[in-house]
């Protein structure tokens, strides 16, 4: 291949994926995930973290705090005052977008919710994000909640979705 058509083609990829208006970053949201709370108050579950520019571990992306995890753990304990919604496997969703959620198209409205991993016997409280796609496509889960679920980063887990009333 001619140097001039490589030196072209490095530049139309490298600029596909810079930034997030770039096609490697398309739909990518730059902001946490929100739910409505009992008030109709619009709100992120979690803090939204600043990944380090350097991060390339999953402790480094993984921005919730210990105490954010360990109330995302105690909130799914499936006490009542909830509707199943169904099962979805899951993918690992954008490792820079903070949070504790899944998007799914199994809602149509942010909601508060819980997704159980029957494979481990885990469960975590995520914020339920709709996702644009047909109820059978499958769903995105964040980083922060499919290490809670203690499911392979790498796997695409089978998972039972509650949205929390």
């Not at 490298?14 to 995930?33: D, H, I, N, T």
């Not at 992120?44 to 380090?52: F, L």
Request: aromatic fraction near 4%; hydrophobic fraction near 40%; include cysteine.
């Amino acid at each position: 291949m001619k140097p001039v058509k490589m030196l072209f083609i490095s530049v139309v990829l490298g600029g596909c994926a810079a930034g997030p208006g770039g096609l490697l970053g398309m739909g990518q949201s730059e902001r946490a995930p929100q739910v409505a709370d009992g008030n109709g108050q619009i709100h992120p579950r979690t803090r939204p973290g600043d990944t380090p520019a350097d991060a390339r571990t999953a402790d480094e992306f993984d921005t919730t705090s210990a105490e954010e995890r360990q109330r995302a753990v105690a909130e799914a304990t499936g006490s009542g005052g909830e509707t199943a919604l169904g099962i979805t496997i899951a993918s690992l969703g954008a490792v820079g977008e903070p949070g504790i959620w899944l998007k799914t198209p199994l809602v149509d409205a942010p909601a508060t919710g819980r997704v159980e991993y029957p494979e481990k016997g885990t469960a975590v409280a995520v914020d339920l994000v709709p996702l644009d796609a047909a109820p059978g496509a499958g769903s995105q889960i964040s980083l922060a909640a499919m290490r809670l679920i203690e499911a392979d980063l790498t796997a695409l887990p089978e998972l039972r979705v509650f949205r929390v009333d």
